[in-house]
């Protein structure tokens, strides 16, 4: 080296380029995930289904939700809400219709005729625990008839004999049998029912739904009109 004429001359002339050729290829692989990421993501998105709020309704007294329809748009309320109603109509149609309890009112009040207008609308509610009129108001007119004069006699025996029925809710079991639409659907039930007089009774139901808007309004129209029990041991 020429001291001081070449003193500026680098003594490792290829560094920049070295150093630019690295950054060259952090950079391309830093680029190279990004784009792996980002196509998964893509992926990921194109697979996933679209998951719609419910509108729920949260009683007051009981604090029980209950699905009544999606929070989108005017329209009619698609299938998951519909099974839900339906499911929560059936569920309690068949615990009431399955209960014989040691109270002789209660028993009275649940299984007694009620006037639909009045008894069933919107304006009348009642706590968790009242279930005046609550077979009634689930129920089909032919239904009912069919329970006040087939059920009814057999229950009373029962109830004098001292016998008592709970459904056991941990063993109770719902699945449609066959296409539920927004008019109703036809329910498969397995329940077993404790008695303290002649033991646990498994059984299976079919309960038939049909709506009914103006008549049936607590449930949004739905009412179970007709339902079969079979026991199974």
């Known amino acids: 080296m020429d001291y001081p004429d070449n003193f500026n001359t680098p003594a490792f002339p290829a560094g920049p380029r070295i150093a630019i050729s690295r950054f060259m290829a952090t950079a391309s692989c830093v680029l190279f995930v990004v784009i792996i990421f980002m196509c998964v993501l893509l992926l990921w998105a194109v697979r996933s289904q679209q998951i719609d709020p419910f509108i729920v309704s949260i009683d007051e007294l009981t604090g029980q939700w209950t699905v009544v329809g999606h929070s989108h748009g005017n329209g009619p309320i698609e299938y998951p809400a519909i099974q839900s109603l339906q499911q929560s109509v059936v569920g309690n149609f068949a615990a009431n219709w399955f209960t014989i309890?040691?109270?002789?009112?209660?028993?009275?009040?649940?299984?007694?005729?009620?006037?639909?207008?009045?008894?069933?609308?919107?304006?009348?509610?009642?706590?968790?625990?009242?279930?005046?009129?609550?077979?009634?108001?689930?129920?089909?007119?032919?239904?009912?008839?069919?329970?006040?004069?087939?059920?009814?006699?057999?229950?009373?025996?029962?109830?004098?004999?001292?016998?008592?029925?709970?459904?056991?809710?941990?063993?109770?079991?719902?699945?449609?049998?066959?296409?539920?639409?927004?008019?109703?659907?036809?329910?498969?039930?397995?329940?077993?029912?404790?008695?303290?007089?002649?033991?646990?009774?498994?059984?299976?139901?079919?309960?038939?739904?049909?709506?009914?808007?103006?008549?049936?309004?607590?449930?949004?129209?739905?009412?179970?009109?007709?339902?079969?029990?079979?026991?199974?041991?």
């Not at 919107?122 to 059920?151: M, P, Q, W």
């Not at 808007?213 to 607590?218: E, H, K, R």
């Open 101 to 233: 309890s040691e109270n002789a009112a209660d028993n009275d009040a649940m299984w007694q005729t009620c006037e639909r207008t009045s008894a069933c609308g919107t304006e009348n509610t009642h706590s968790y625990d009242d279930k005046t009129c609550a077979l009634y108001c689930a129920s089909g007119e032919e239904l009912f008839n069919r329970f006040i004069y087939d059920v009814i006699p057999d229950y009373q025996a029962r109830v004098a004999a001292g016998e008592r029925w709970v459904v056991d809710k941990t063993e109770f079991q719902m699945e449609p049998a066959g296409k539920i639409s927004n008019d109703g659907g036809t329910w498969r039930i397995s329940a077993t029912i404790q008695s303290n007089l002649s033991g646990d009774m498994s059984i299976i139901a079919f309960a038939k739904v049909a709506r009914n808007a103006q008549m049936y309004p607590q449930t949004l129209g739905y009412y179970v009109a007709d339902f079969n029990a079979y026991k199974v041991n």
